[in-house]
């Protein structure tokens, strides 16, 4: 298991940017693949991007393509999202997800972030 602490949640306004960071307790293989996931009210969690531990694959759901951008820390045990041009319905609680591959990445939740876009 690893821990994982989100920060960087908050309120923007439509065309906005934000940026989150999740920090993960250890390096282990528990944390080669992390990414992140979100859920607006009333619907399920979808995922949003993912990184391999390098930093050299990443992964985008096509409705934050060209918008958002995931990326590694030097120290490798944290993951950033940087969000630009956000869109209302872009609103909900992020969740960073950690794992040993592709297949468990969600094995491992932080708390959550919420961000809320305003139109």
């Known amino acids: 298991q690893v821990q994982l602490v989100e920060s960087g949640g908050g309120s923007v306004q439509a065309g906005g940017s934000l940026r989150l960071s999740c920090a993960a307790s250890a390096r282990t293989f528990n944390s080669n693949v992390m990414g992140w996931f979100r859920q607006a009210p009333g619907k399920e969690r979808e995922f949003v991007a993912a990184?391999?531990?390098?930093?050299?694959?990443?992964n985008y759901a096509d409705s934050v393509k060209g918008r958002f951008t995931i990326s590694r820390g030097n120290a490798k045990n944290t993951v950033y999202l940087q969000m630009n041009s956000l869109k209302p319905e872009d609103t909900g609680v992020y969740y960073c997800?950690?794992?040993?591959?592709?297949?468990?990445?969600?094995?491992?939740w932080g708390q959550g972030t919420q961000v809320t876009v305003s139109s």
């Open positions: 997800a950690a794992g040993a591959g592709t297949a468990t990445l969600r094995n491992n």
């Open positions: 990184i391999s531990w390098s930093g050299g694959d990443t």
